[in-house]
């Protein structure tokens, strides 16, 4: 039973030292992730963008900045606004496509 104790005290001074350890960090801070690009960029923006549809490309960045603590390059902002954009429009023409037949339907039914 001792030889148990001891181990188990043994196992708790090895996990507090490596608690202790653990608080300091020195590994370094990257912030440019490779991951990120205009595509998913433009993905996760959609709806800041058709909000505020003149925002300004460095409007974007600082927002992009400020939410995943990253920085980004002002041409995959720019591609990702682009994107952003087109879709956006993209919707709109595919919603007035279908305005004519809500209005041909509105006036059969008169």
Same mark, same amino acid.
Not at 19 to 44: A, G, P
Not at 69 to 78: A, D, F, L, R, V
């Given at each position: ?5 001891? /181990?188990?005290?043994? =196992? !708790? *001074? ?6 202790? =350890?653990? &608080?300091? +960090? %020195? ?7 490779? !991951? =990120? /690009? ?5 993905? +996760? ?5 058709? #909000? @505020?549809? +003149?925002?300004?490309?460095? &409007? =974007? ?13 002002? /041409? ?9 954009? @087109? /879709?956006? #429009? &993209?919707?709109? @023409?595919?919603?007035?496509?279908? *305005?004519? &037949?809500?209005? +041909?339907? !509105? !006036?059969? %039914?008169?």
């Amino acid at each position: 039973m001792s030889v148990q104790l001891e /181990n188990a005290n043994y =196992m !708790l *001074i090895v996990l507090i030292v490596q608690l202790e =350890m653990c &608080d300091v +960090h %020195t590994c370094s801070k990257d912030f440019n992730l490779k !991951l =990120m /690009n205009s595509k998913w960029l433009s993905k +996760h923006m959609e709806k800041t963008v058709r #909000e @505020k549809p +003149h925002m300004k490309v460095t &409007d =974007m960045r600082e927002k992009v900045s400020r939410k995943w603590n990253i920085e980004i390059s002002k /041409n995959m902002t720019y591609r990702a606004k682009v994107m952003v954009v @087109k /879709n956006v #429009e &993209d919707s709109f @023409k595919e919603q007035f496509k279908r *305005i004519y &037949d809500y209005i +041909h339907e !509105l !006036l059969r %039914t008169i």
